[in-house]
């Protein structure tokens, strides 16, 4: 028996087929489903850029440097909604059958989320603003990488391209700000801080590569609630031991207070709302999206805390959401075990009839199996003239 294998986009066109016109290439390219993705991009990044400038008023306005207390706050709202609705549920989902099977698992995966967000804070007390921006991207090569090589994702070359002018759309941005001046930050060990930025990037990429994972093969509100569980537990001790001097020196007032409440919010906000956009996307996609936050923050930065303007702002703008497009605009795929593309090479080796070597979870490349060898007895016989 002889099996043919063709890919969707090994089909010819048409010979007779008109050519698209461009306004109909671009309604394609431009489609509902992609117009939604970026949409919930850009709300990740409005809330990132909220935290932001939230956590520069808190800092800066009323000297209350507490990043692992701010975190702590988000870990709680987390425990209480999720943590207790996983403590609630019946069967195998059931918080001490998590526990149970995969308790080390999220033990580590909460600890490298926590660092990740304690390394950059603290980043920006040794370097200055435009190197936190410019070597946060390192996260983007890290989740691509892991992707890759335990997500077995495969990409295209659009995707690369459009990976490349998300990033430059970022060096764009911290040219213009060396332009004008704004290199925010001590400086004063900026080697020191740069290696904290960097690792703080390698661990938001493990975090994100986990979570995809997690939220597309096990449930979002499992992912959530051993992060709430494992996350305020850690960094409360982190919080006890580090940083209990530094919140007894803050000057609480009603103003404080709401600030705190409005991070947590926007904190919440953001990791509820996360893993909803991964699962439709990626985890490469999300951090491309995120890429857009610190221009948002520039933005509001021009009305609330004066900045100066450069025509660079709005075509690094327009750079990184082109270079989204792009990246949107195919999907990737996902690669079975290597011996599965053997069998594509050999088909002859698995009879027709055999079903396909994949899991139901797991997304396979668009393939057509066509038979050439005798067909099965129940169907009805073709009469040849």
Partial sequence: MISVVSTAESVPRGAGSPAPSLSQRIRKVLSRDLLVTLALGQVLSLLVCAVSLISK?????????TPVFQSFLNYILLFLVYTTTLAVRQGEGNLLAILKERWWKYMFLGLIDIEANYLILKAYQHTTLSSVQLLDCFVIPVVLLLSWFFLLVRYKAVHFVGTGLCLLGIGCMVGADVLLGRQQGLGEQKLFGDLLVLGGATLYGISNVCEEFIVKNLSRVEFLGMMGLFGSFFSGIQLAI??????LKVPWDWQIGLLYIGFSA???????????VMKRTSATAVNLSLLTANLYGLFCGLFLFHYKFSGLYLLSFFIIMLGLVLYSSSSTYVAQDPRV????????SRPCGD?????????????????LGPEPVDELPVRVA
């Fill in 266 to 276: 926007f904190m919440f906000g953001l990791y509820s709302f996360m893993p909803v």
């Fill in 341 to 348: 593309y053997k069998k594509f090479r050999n088909t002859g």
């Fill in 355 to 371: 079903p396909p070597l994949h899991s139901p979870r797991v997304l396979e490349p668009s393939v057509t199996y066509t038979s």
């Fill in 242 to 247: 580090m940083e209990h001097k530094e919140l």
């Fill in 57 to 65: 008023f808190l800092a800066d306005d009323f000297h209350a440097n």
